[in-house]
């Protein structure tokens, strides 16, 4: 997400950073460049007005132009804004004093409210909560199917009627039954449509009337850009919503709807989905995705998910091994399981400094670890733990179980070699960062 404008606004910054004193028309010039980078990542056209009048100011004042680096203060002080413009901070889901918490979920047909419904029920159970879903988009049989069978995939009960009903008369029954279950949290997926229409808006301020939701938050698709941003002007000014969640952010390189939307409906993006699978939903932290638009990384985040996949015994267990020497192809596997519990790989290493322009250009396929997950797997237990046995016959069963080539079990097998010989030498204290080819 954002690669185009990160890429520009990094050039833009470089030449910036490469002159020792700062005029008022680098500045000026910077900010014209900056503001096409921003119109051409699809950025609301007032928002980029807006954005660079207050950098500009900033950014001639007397203790920019007059410092020692004022190429790096000019680059503060865009990432300050843009904290700014995405929200500020970031903003929690409102929780009810008295359970449970009616959360209703609004947004038009296509834009991934069914799936994120599921999503916002894991993250809540993963909390220690007890959620329940419910079905409201009776009009849409899919709907219906597709919200229970994402409710069993995550154990969590849906609430659901027959195609057809009154989503306001439904609600009093699922609010009950929820009561019944001692259920504190309620998230309500309610029905949308292609567009907006007043039949819709009309069946969502009912049911607003009715239910007295906590929250009410529009699920908007980041890959429309500004119809993402025009759509949650036109629900916030009919249903007031209390936030954003953005889905498809890992398919949206030009970033302009989160970019945009707080500055014109006023109202935070919670949320982003940041991939397909139900764990792939989180936080929107502003400041961490400016760090991440400037090209400097998000540590922070790189180190929450390490936190939320590793388990702390098994890390122990590995460095027992590590200590020993004694690294085999399964405790790859169970590696390879803990990096992609945080989600798509592209993502994990944008967040770390510098990564992201080093691998420009290179593709970067998640599919590579069920591939070394399929050879892993169509090996015998004592292969996987002494890999010095794997002569040619064994390769080519292996090959065959796993749908692959010898050739790729031979890369494997070298490839782990040389994690095996690195981390020795980290052992030792001898160790240097190896040189990557892709």
């Known amino acids: 997400m954002f690669e185009s404008l990160s890429e520009k606004l990094e050039g833009i910054f470089k030449k910036l950073k490469g002159r020792g004193l700062l005029k008022e028309e680098d500045v000026a010039a910077a900010m014209k460049e900056i503001r096409m980078a921003l119109l051409e990542a699809d950025v609301n056209f007032k928002v980029v007005k ?9 950014a001639v004042g007397k203790e920019v132009i007059e410092s020692i680096t004022p190429g790096q203060q000019v680059v503060k002080i865009v990432h300050d804004e843009l904290c700014s413009l995405m929200g500020g901070g970031l903003r929690k889901i ?25 999503k916002l029920a894991n993250n809540f159970k993963k909390d ?28 969590v009960p849906v609430y659901a009627t027959k195609p057809g009903d009154d989503p306001v008369r439904i609600y009093p029954e699922a609010l009950q039954k929820a009561n019944q279950e ?13 567009h907006i229409d007043e039949n819709l808006m009309k069946q969502l301020e009912d049911l607003k009337k009715e239910a007295k939701p906590k929250e009410i938050l529009l699920v908007a698709d980041a890959m429309t850009g500004q119809d993402a941003v025009n759509i949650s002007k036109s629900f916030n000014d009919r249903l007031d919503i209390d936030g954003v969640i953005l889905t498809k952010m890992d398919g949206d390189a030009r970033g302009g709807a989160a970019l945009s939307i707080s500055a014109v409906t006023g109202k935070p993006v919670k949320l982003i989905g940041v991939g397909e699978k139900i764990e792939f939903l989180e936080p929107f ?21 390490a936190q939320e996949a590793v388990d702390m015994e098994e890390a122990l267990k590995l460095e027992e091994k590590l200590r020993k020497d004694s690294f085999t192809f399964e405790d790859l596997k169970n590696q390879i399981k803990q990096i992609k519990k945080m989600g798509p790989l592209e ?17 970067i396929d998640d599919r590579a670890f069920a591939k070394v ?66």
């Open 347 to 363: 993502n994990i290493l944008g967040m770390i400094p510098g990564l992201g322009k080093q691998l420009k250009g290179v593709n």
């Open 94 to 118: 409102n929780l009810a004093p008295n359970p449970p918490t009616i959360i209703m979920l609004v947004g038009l047909h296509g834009s991934g409210k069914t799936t994120t419904a599921a």
């Open 285 to 305: 932290h502003p400041e961490r995705m400016a760090s991440r638009i400037l090209g400097m990384g998000d540590v922070v985040s790189l180190v929450e998910k």
């Open 128 to 155: 220690g909560r007890r959620p329940m879903l419910v079905a409201l988009d009776t009009g849409r049989p899919a709907a219906i199917d597709q919200l229970k069978a994402l409710g069993l995939q995550i154990d």
């Open 50 to 58: 807006d954005f660079t009048d207050k950098v500009k100011e900033r």
């Open 373 to 438: 997950e399929a050879i892993i797997n169509s090996m015998t237990t004592k292969e996987r733990r002494n890999y010095v046995i794997l002569n040619g016959s064994r390769k080519a069963r292996i090959a065959r179980g796993s749908g692959t080539a010898v050739s790729d079990v031979n890369k494997l097998i070298k490839q782990y070699m040389e994690m095996k010989k690195m981390l020795k030498r980290f052992k030792s204290g001898r160790f240097s960062m190896p040189q990557f080819k892709f």
């Open 182 to 194: 001692g259920r504190d949290v309620l998230i309500l997926d309610t029905a949308g449509r292609l």
